[in-house]
């Protein structure tokens, strides 16, 4: 329910945004916000506590972001809490950058590989999955698992392609159970 919540906020929040020219900087706020909160767990917390006061929650955010975050996102962040809503703060920052990189055309590509990846096959990922989806800036994620044995495991989304050594081994050894 939070998400559905948190994705009309943040369309919401983006149509502000665009309508005072301030894209950019709400969604590096937001990006900022969920780094924030990432870090913190306790101010997840406090922020979908219930039993916390809502000035309580209004001080400790004007705390951390007073002055430091453009003014819409500010009134924006006052707005959510005094409407007792502070518990999809977090996920409507999510849900934020998702709707602007969906409208930016930007992809986010999850690598995980046995080694780092080097700077060629970096270079073949992007150039992969903007040709196959069409996108105009992917972000790679990479992340190494040395059980891969080797190759990649790619994901974009909810797609997934899975090249790597041990899955191949894993479908032999189904293929010879049988």
Do not use: C, W
Not at 7 to 22: C, P
Not at 98 to 113: D, L, R
């Amino acid at each position: 329910m939070s998400s559905k919540a948190g994705a009309r906020y943040a369309k919401s929040l983006l149509d502000l945004s665009k309508e005072q020219n301030a894209v950019e900087d709400v969604k590096n706020d937001m990006v900022f916000f969920e780094q924030v909160v990432d870090d913190n767990s306790e101010l997840e917390a406090i922020l979908k506590n219930p039993i916390v006061p809502l000035d309580k929650k209004q001080g400790i955010l004007q705390g951390i972001f007073g002055g430091k975050v453009h003014a819409i996102t500010e009134s924006f962040l006052k707005l959510v809490v005094n409407k007792g809503r502070s518990a999809i703060l977090f996920d409507t920052a999510k849900q934020f950058v998702q709707q602007y990189n969906a409208i930016k055309g930007i992809v986010t590509a999850e690598v995980t590989s046995a080694s780092a990846l080097t700077e060629a096959n970096r270079t073949e990922v992007v150039n992969l999955v903007k040709k196959e989806l069409g996108a105009s800036e992917v972000v790679v994620i990479e992340k190494v698992d040395p059980a891969l044995i080797g190759g990649f495991i790619l994901k974009v989304g909810d797609r997934q392609f899975d090249a790597s050594i041990a899955s191949g081994l894993n479908k032999l050894k189904k293929e010879f159970a049988h």
